[in-house]
């Protein structure tokens, strides 16, 4: 009992808001673990267990047990230290756990314990606790208990995906009883709401069973989960009729609440996967609840967030004490149901419901006091939430998505309800700006028809007189939205009113109103001018209207200058967007303007950039604002941007190098992405200017030597790529000031440096695109000794490449070097190139080392081009019929494996698959018939299914019989069909620059024909669904 009292006393003192006695009690405790963690085990859990104990005592001995498991429990754990606690301890202690989840009325404490059990089954079940799915499905049965119920389902729903099995859900008797369980405890009238709620959550985990891809394996498991669903359907609704609100108005409980949110949840998800299940009668129950419930929960909300008074009185729970935030996620469930039941059924059919849902609409579309004081106090809020990057879903989002998908009957209605309220009340400008918001929603619904007594045409002047535009008194979060709905507006209206000549109008008048001087809170206005300005991108003909380019450049430079020091995050990316909508305008005229430095655009654009470069989509962002500037440059004006950009970019390499750094640097990357597309972006696509070379190749060559950061290398490889390609004969003449060094010893020092093998495949993923870009620039100066010390350093690089882009990467340089020359490079890799094989330690020659990871590459290699290229130069060195090609055995087929062991993870480790071992030459027709079959899948894909009737239709049937007629022929037979088929073709036109699909079909008929590479011998060596492949591809 000492003992216990010792440890009890250092888990208080873990909590003392003292430091040093903090640190002391963890370092001590941690101190006792170690040595005995069986004895801390068990004493934490007696303490846990000892009602006379303070309940944050006993709740924060079982968060230290939590904290020790992982460590001392199992080997199983990956930040296991061991010793490991006793065997019997474990036994203990896992009964224990049970005990006190099923036994405990402390939410905290079964909560607590729950979490320790989750942990320890990871390691022990069902292995070392088979009975623990026993024990938690037992404790819920005794319905009298409502505490044990509650215990067992609290660990149940946790650990659901990994107690029952796939194999036991769906073809024993488990997923059916466990289904019956929970839906007999939810119809049970003794248990409690807590109860209800636990039920209602283990049932979300086994909807998601019944609607995961295992549901559609087959028919009987479908059928299955279509009763189960049928049967949920119902039963739902009519928890939803008999789950009522206690509250009469004034009093809100939050679990009532709650459980009303998990409800519609479920039934969303059962209506959105099985909408045609759903009959019109039960959907037109299921929308009747949500409206009322929505008029309810939105009244609350109301009240509760926008007025932020006193007449509702909140019940929290221990666990449910989150209200804005549960009453949020209630209105979210329920819009969402009413947004997938709304095409089937007309909500504006019955006034006197449409004009309540128009009301809840309302109630709960008004912003917050919470949220105006956010918008107020920080624009970065506003604009994260205006172009939906936030990182929470907000009720209004929910709205957004059920108005821009509005039927047409209910969209017209709730529009003339909206206009209407605008033109007879008066209302407090965030009742304003919430119709605003819905009109925005409205006009983003591209089906609805929208029409009132009040044209288009002269409903933006009565907007503007509505919110009192002009007026200093106005709420800058009022105007920021009329600006945010104003591209909406016009787009809505486009084919009724003059979109160009009004929408360019008011866009001019948004940026000048946006360009007055004013206080921080015109932040807000000025964000929404930016972010409307991207979206007048998609709506206005900038090329073919009359207006003042500079104006609205300078405009749109001047208003992003102000915000800069103050835009975080999300504003970023949004504000470097509009700046590129700007300069798209007009790039010329963006670049030689003489703004003031402060917004001069290319100072504009690094000072974003440099506020969060450690971001990846703004630097992406940032490189295209460059190539937009760059776009039709001629020499002087991209000498102009070189003039300004450069000089910052280099002063940021040089400090990196003058200081001595190695580690990552986020700004040195940033600069890095934008030097690689100033260069990229060279006039007319030509080499860049010279004097741009001799400015920025000494300092990224030093940069390269020094750096020892994947990263930095990553990034500082593509830019010197793209300068060998840019650039390639200023290496020639050039020499380093200090060293003496040439260009193209340089050159070769930093190509060297890429493939090197201590470097990480990461930093060195551009080396094949380098190699192949030198041999492509100097091949005209390089010889023999040269070539073959590249292309030996390039296979070593290879051999033991790991990562697929690196290893893709360099068998390019090998690929395109076989296109040229197939012939010479096959002689060339087995005489000039013997390396010793790291798997083996045999000595091989650079054929027999590249060739099996070339197959190897071929298999996974992405994009059109490169696969294309890659075919080609395979099929090249088959058609060599080169005996060193065909003598090389390498891996073929997988061989399935046929013991009885499962195989597991960890065991494929020590059980490699196993191949057939075939020739080189065989082993090149099967990967380029595996091409050609997936070729053909992709084209008949694209098929119009009308095309394909059509042509049945003429009868022309005879051909789709044919296929199953041939069967599949041996070679002889093959070769008739394909010499048959070929004097039909002979008169047509053969297209030089045939698709990857023709290039193969014709490799294939050349082979058949004229039997090359010995054709012959290799087809019958095929498998027969090969030959298939090829008989149907050549012939039909």
């Given at each position: 009992?000492?003992?216990?009292?010792?440890?009890?006393?250092?888990?208080?003192?873990?909590?003392?808001?003292?430091?040093?006695?903090?640190?002391?009690?963890?370092?001590?405790?941690?101190?006792?673990?170690?040595?005995?963690?069986?004895?801390?085990?068990?004493?934490?859990?007696?303490?846990?267990?000892?009602e006379s104990i303070p309940e944050h005592l006993r709740q924060a001995c079982l968060l230290?047990?939590?904290?020790?498991?992982?460590?001392?429990?199992?080997?199983?754990?990956?930040?296991?230290?061991?010793?490991?606690?006793?065997?019997?301890?474990?036994?203990?202690?896992?009964?224990?756990?049970?005990?006190?989840?099923?036994?405990?009325?402390?939410?905290?404490?079964?909560?607590?314990?729950?979490?320790?059990?989750?942990?320890?089954?990871?390691?022990?079940?069902?292995?070392?606790?088979?009975?623990?799915?026993?024990?938690?499905?037992?404790?819920?049965?005794?319905?009298?208990?409502?505490?044990?119920?509650?215990?067992?389902?609290?660990?149940?729903?946790?650990?659901?995906?990994?107690?029952?099995?796939?194999?036991?859900?769906?073809?024993?008797?488990?997923?059916?009883?466990?289904?019956?369980?929970?839906?007999?405890?939810?119809?049970?009238?003794?248990?409690?709401?807590?109860?209800?709620?636990?039920?209602?959550?283990?049932?979300?985990?086994?909807?998601?069973?019944?609607?995961?891809?295992?549901?559609?394996?087959?028919?009987?498991?479908?059928?299955?989960?279509?009763?189960?669903?049928?049967?949920?359907?119902?039963?739902?609704?009519?928890?939803?009729?008999?789950?009522?609100?206690?509250?009469?108005?004034?009093?809100?409980?939050?679990?009532?609440?709650?459980?009303?949110?998990?409800?519609?949840?479920?039934?969303?998800?059962?209506?959105?996967?099985?909408?045609?299940?759903?009959?019109?009668?039960?959907?037109?129950?299921?929308?009747?609840?949500?409206?009322?419930?929505?008029?309810?929960?939105?009244?609350?909300?109301?009240?509760?967030?926008?007025?932020?008074?006193?007449?509702?009185?909140?019940?929290?729970?221990?666990?449910?004490?989150?209200?804005?935030?549960?009453?949020?996620?209630?209105?979210?469930?329920?819009?969402?149901?009413?947004?997938?039941?709304?095409?089937?059924?007309?909500?504006?059919?019955?006034?006197?419901?449409?004009?309540?849902?128009?009301?809840?609409?309302?109630?709960?579309?008004?912003?917050?006091?919470?949220?105006?004081?956010?918008?107020?106090?920080?624009?970065?809020?506003?604009?994260?939430?205006?172009?939906?990057?936030?990182?929470?879903?907000?009720?209004?989002?929910?709205?957004?998505?059920?108005?821009?998908?509005?039927?047409?009957?209910?969209?017209?209605?709730?529009?003339?309800?909206?206009?209407?309220?605008?033109?007879?009340?008066?209302?407090?400008?965030?009742?304003?700006?919430?119709?605003?918001?819905?009109?925005?929603?409205?006009?983003?619904?591209?089906?609805?028809?929208?029409?009132?007594?009040?044209?288009?045409?002269?409903?933006?002047?009565?907007?503007?007189?509505?919110?009192?535009?002009?007026?200093?008194?106005?709420?800058?979060?009022?105007?920021?939205?009329?600006?945010?709905?104003?591209?909406?507006?016009?787009?809505?209206?486009?084919?009724?009113?003059?979109?160009?000549?009004?929408?360019?109008?008011?866009?001019?008048?948004?940026?000048?109103?946006?360009?007055?001087?004013?206080?921080?809170?015109?932040?807000?206005?000025?964000?929404?001018?930016?972010?409307?300005?991207?979206?007048?991108?998609?709506?206005?003909?900038?090329?073919?209207?009359?207006?003042?380019?500079?104006?609205?450049?300078?405009?749109?430079?001047?208003?992003?200058?102000?915000?800069?020091?103050?835009?975080?995050?999300?504003?970023?990316?949004?504000?470097?967007?509009?700046?590129?909508?700007?300069?798209?305008?007009?790039?010329?005229?963006?670049?030689?303007?003489?703004?003031?430095?402060?917004?001069?655009?290319?100072?504009?654009?690094?000072?974003?950039?440099?506020?969060?470069?450690?971001?990846?989509?703004?630097?992406?962002?940032?490189?295209?604002?460059?190539?937009?500037?760059?776009?039709?440059?001629?020499?002087?004006?991209?000498?102009?941007?070189?003039?300004?950009?450069?000089?910052?970019?280099?002063?940021?390499?040089?400090?990196?190098?003058?200081?001595?750094?190695?580690?990552?640097?986020?700004?040195?990357?940033?600069?890095?992405?934008?030097?690689?597309?100033?260069?990229?972006?060279?006039?007319?696509?030509?080499?860049?200017?010279?004097?741009?070379?001799?400015?920025?190749?000494?300092?990224?060559?030093?940069?390269?030597?020094?750096?020892?950061?994947?990263?930095?290398?990553?990034?500082?490889?593509?830019?010197?790529?793209?300068?060998?390609?840019?650039?390639?004969?200023?290496?020639?003449?050039?020499?380093?000031?200090?060293?003496?060094?040439?260009?193209?010893?340089?050159?070769?020092?930093?190509?060297?440096?890429?493939?090197?093998?201590?470097?990480?495949?990461?930093?060195?993923?551009?080396?094949?695109?380098?190699?192949?870009?030198?041999?492509?620039?100097?091949?005209?100066?390089?010889?023999?000794?040269?070539?073959?010390?590249?292309?030996?350093?390039?296979?070593?690089?290879?051999?033991?490449?790991?990562?697929?882009?690196?290893?893709?990467?360099?068998?390019?340089?090998?690929?395109?070097?076989?296109?040229?020359?197939?012939?010479?490079?096959?002689?060339?890799?087995?005489?000039?190139?013997?390396?010793?094989?790291?798997?083996?330690?045999?000595?091989?020659?650079?054929?027999?080392?590249?060739?099996?990871?070339?197959?190897?590459?071929?298999?996974?290699?992405?994009?059109?081009?490169?696969?294309?290229?890659?075919?080609?130069?395979?099929?090249?060195?088959?058609?060599?019929?080169?005996?060193?090609?065909?003598?090389?055995?390498?891996?073929?087929?997988?061989?399935?494996?046929?013991?009885?062991?499962?195989?597991?993870?960890?065991?494929?480790?020590?059980?490699?698959?196993?191949?057939?071992?075939?020739?080189?030459?065989?082993?090149?027709?099967?990967?380029?018939?595996?091409?050609?079959?997936?070729?053909?899948?992709?084209?008949?894909?694209?098929?119009?299914?009308?095309?394909?009737?059509?042509?049945?239709?003429?009868?022309?049937?005879?051909?789709?019989?044919?296929?199953?007629?041939?069967?599949?022929?041996?070679?002889?037979?093959?070769?008739?069909?394909?010499?048959?088929?070929?004097?039909?073709?002979?008169?047509?036109?053969?297209?030089?620059?045939?698709?990857?699909?023709?290039?193969?079909?014709?490799?294939?008929?050349?082979c058949t024909t004229k039997n090359l590479g010995n054709f012959n011998k290799y087809y019958?060596?095929?498998?027969?669904?090969?030959?298939?492949?090829?008989?149907?591809?050549?012939?039909?």
């Amino acid at each position: 009992m000492n003992e216990n009292r010792k440890i009890l006393s250092l888990v208080a003192k873990q909590s003392n808001p003292d430091n040093n006695t903090r640190r002391s009690a963890e370092l001590e405790f941690y101190h006792i673990s170690a040595q005995d963690p069986s004895a801390v085990f068990q004493e934490l859990l007696q303490l846990a267990t000892d009602e006379s104990i303070p309940e944050h005592l006993r709740q924060a001995c079982l968060l230290n047990l939590r904290l020790l498991v992982p460590k001392y429990w199992s080997i199983g754990f990956q930040s296991f230290v061991g010793p490991p606690v006793d065997q019997g301890v474990k036994h203990i202690i896992r009964q224990s756990l049970l005990q006190l989840v099923t036994t405990s009325t402390s939410s905290k404490l079964r909560s607590g314990s729950a979490y320790v059990i989750i942990q320890i089954a990871a390691t022990d079940y069902p292995d070392e606790w088979p009975d623990l799915l026993v024990h938690l499905y037992n404790s819920t049965k005794d319905f009298s208990n409502e505490v044990s119920v509650l215990g067992g389902l609290t660990v149940f729903n946790d650990l659901f995906d990994d107690l029952i099995t796939e194999e036991q859900f769906w073809e024993g008797e488990v997923g059916n009883e466990v289904i019956q369980h929970v839906l007999n405890l939810l119809n049970e009238n003794t248990l409690g709401i807590d109860v209800k709620i636990a039920c209602v959550k283990l049932y979300s985990s086994i909807l998601n069973t019944l609607r995961s891809p295992e549901a559609f394996a087959d028919d009987r498991r479908q059928a299955m989960a279509h009763e189960h669903v049928n049967t949920a359907l119902g039963f739902f609704a009519e928890m939803l009729h008999r789950t009522g609100f206690s509250s009469n108005g004034t009093e809100l409980h939050l679990n009532e609440i709650y459980l009303k949110s998990q409800i519609y949840n479920i039934l969303s998800i059962i209506v959105g996967n099985y909408n045609k299940r759903v009959g019109k009668e039960l959907k037109s129950s299921l929308i009747s609840f949500a409206l009322k419930d929505l008029a309810f929960s939105s009244k609350c909300y109301y009240e509760l967030f926008v007025v932020g008074g006193d007449s509702v009185q909140v019940h929290i729970t221990p666990v449910l004490n989150d209200s804005n935030g549960i009453i949020s996620n209630c209105l979210k469930d329920i819009l969402r149901i009413i947004a997938l039941l709304q095409h089937s059924l007309v909500i504006s059919q019955d006034q006197v419901t449409f004009g309540e849902f128009t009301q809840s609409l309302l109630q709960c579309s008004v912003l917050t006091q919470e949220q105006i004081e956010g918008y107020e106090s920080d624009f970065n809020l506003f604009v994260s939430d205006s172009t939906e990057l936030a990182v929470t879903t907000s009720v209004r989002d929910v709205i957004y998505e059920l108005l821009s998908e509005l039927n047409d009957f209910d969209s017209k209605e709730l529009y003339n309800k909206v206009l209407a309220n605008i033109s007879s009340e008066e209302m407090d400008w965030p009742l304003k700006e919430c119709h605003l918001y819905i009109l925005e929603c409205l006009f983003s619904n591209e089906d609805a028809n929208l029409s009132f007594e009040t044209s288009p045409i002269d409903l933006l002047p009565g907007l503007e007189k509505f919110i009192n535009l002009n007026s200093e008194d106005t709420n800058n979060l009022l105007i920021a939205r009329f600006f945010m709905m104003l591209p909406k507006f016009f787009e809505k209206f486009e084919d009724k009113i003059p979109v160009n000549e009004l929408g360019m109008k008011a866009f001019i008048e948004m940026l000048n109103f946006g360009s007055r001087p004013a206080s921080e809170s015109f932040n807000l206005i000025k964000a929404a001018c930016l972010v409307s300005t991207t979206l007048f991108k998609s709506i206005l003909d900038f090329n073919n209207i009359n207006f003042d380019k500079g104006f609205i450049q300078l405009s749109v430079f001047r208003i992003a200058a102000s915000l800069v020091e103050e835009s975080e995050e999300d504003s970023i990316p949004a504000i470097l967007e509009a700046i590129t909508v700007s300069i798209d305008i007009d790039s010329h005229n963006a670049l030689i303007s003489s703004a003031p430095s402060d917004i001069d655009v290319i100072y504009l654009i690094f000072s974003l950039a440099l506020k969060d470069s450690a971001n990846v989509q703004l630097m992406t962002d940032t490189s295209d604002c460059f190539k937009s500037l760059l776009h039709g440059v001629d020499t002087n004006e991209y000498l102009l941007l070189c003039d300004k950009a450069l000089p910052f970019i280099l002063d940021t390499i040089k400090q990196f190098i003058e200081q001595g750094k190695e580690d990552y640097s986020s700004n040195l990357d940033l600069v890095l992405e934008i030097l690689s597309a100033i260069i990229k972006s060279s006039p007319e696509n030509a080499e860049i200017p010279e004097n741009v070379f001799t400015y920025t190749f000494p300092l990224l060559n030093k940069l390269i030597t020094v750096s020892m950061d994947n990263q930095i290398l990553q990034t500082a490889g593509e830019v010197f790529n793209i300068l060998l390609e840019k650039a390639s004969r200023y290496f020639l003449n050039y020499e380093e000031p200090e060293s003496g060094d040439s260009g193209i010893h340089l050159l070769l020092a930093t190509v060297s440096k890429f493939l090197s093998p201590d470097l990480s495949d990461s930093a060195a993923v551009n080396s094949g695109l380098i190699v192949s870009s030198l041999i492509d620039k100097f091949h005209d100066y390089a010889d023999i000794t040269f070539l073959t010390q590249i292309l030996e350093a390039t296979v070593k690089r290879l051999i033991i490449a790991k990562e697929v882009i690196t290893i893709e990467n360099l068998v390019m340089v090998f690929c395109n070097l076989v296109c040229t020359s197939p012939e010479q490079m096959v002689d060339f890799l087995s005489s000039n190139i013997k390396l010793t094989d790291p798997k083996n330690g045999s000595v091989k020659t650079g054929l027999e080392l590249i060739l099996p990871i070339w197959f190897q590459s071929f298999e996974v290699t992405r994009g059109y081009e490169k696969i294309k290229q890659n075919a080609l130069a395979l099929a090249k060195i088959y058609t060599l019929n080169d005996e060193r090609i065909q003598n090389l055995i390498v891996d073929g087929d997988l061989i399935p494996y046929e013991g009885d062991l499962i195989r597991t993870r960890s065991m494929t480790k020590n059980m490699p698959d196993k191949y057939t071992q075939i020739s080189a030459s065989l082993k090149i027709l099967k990967l380029l018939i595996s091409e050609l079959n997936f070729q053909c899948q992709q084209m008949n894909n694209e098929i119009n299914p009308e095309d394909v009737k059509e042509y049945q239709d003429d009868g022309n049937e005879d051909d789709w019989e044919e296929i199953d007629d041939v069967g599949i022929p041996d070679y002889e037979k093959l070769k008739s069909y394909v010499d048959s088929d070929n004097e039909d073709d002979e008169h047509e036109d053969q297209n030089g620059d045939e698709d990857l699909k023709n290039l193969l079909i014709q490799f294939f008929k050349e082979c058949t024909t004229k039997n090359l590479g010995n054709f012959n011998k290799y087809y019958e060596l095929l498998t027969d669904d090969e030959k298939k492949i090829l008989t149907e591809d050549l012939i039909f």
